[in-house]
């Protein structure tokens, strides 16, 4: 079982890019998923998370309002759209799922606090002009 990342990419400042996360042998029905992202020799910032039924997210104060995330179950996908990127946002994406139980929006809407069992391999994010 495995989440998958898709989407990445080369963009100027001021595009957009649209990430996928899908799951392989699972589905995310259930899951509150968390779209990361990492720089080499920075810390992993928690960037937007959504939860399982799609009625509670939150974003970083870096991203709001010019990040998205939603999800489309009937899809399997988790997605996270992404407008006026900027140079800054320049990283490898990553998505992640807690295990089922795990508290998570009841706990914080801090998804960068929760604890994670299901991360996917990373999809690579470079805004330059």
């Known amino acids: 079982s495995q989440l998958v990342e898709s989407g990445g990419g080369f963009v100027q400042p001021g595009g957009s890019l649209r990430l996928s996360c899908a799951a392989s042998g699972f589905s995310l029905v259930n899951y509150d998923i968390t779209w990361f992202r990492q720089v080499p020799g920075k810390e992993r910032e928690g960037v937007a998370c959504i939860s399982s039924s799609g009625d509670k997210t939150n974003y970083a104060d870096s991203v709001k309002g010019r990040f998205t995330i939603s999800r489309d179950n009937a899809k399997n996908t988790v997605y996270l759209q992404m407008n006026s990127l900027k140079p800054e946002d320049t990283a490898t994406y990553y998505c992640?799922?807690?295990?089922?139980?795990?508290?998570?929006?009841?706990?914080?809407?801090?998804?960068?606090?929760?604890?994670?069992?299901?991360w996917g391999q990373g999809t690579q994010v470079t805004v330059s002009s």
């Open positions: 992640a799922a807690p295990g089922i139980g795990r508290p998570t929006f009841s706990m914080t809407p801090m998804c960068s606090r929760w604890q994670y069992d299901y």
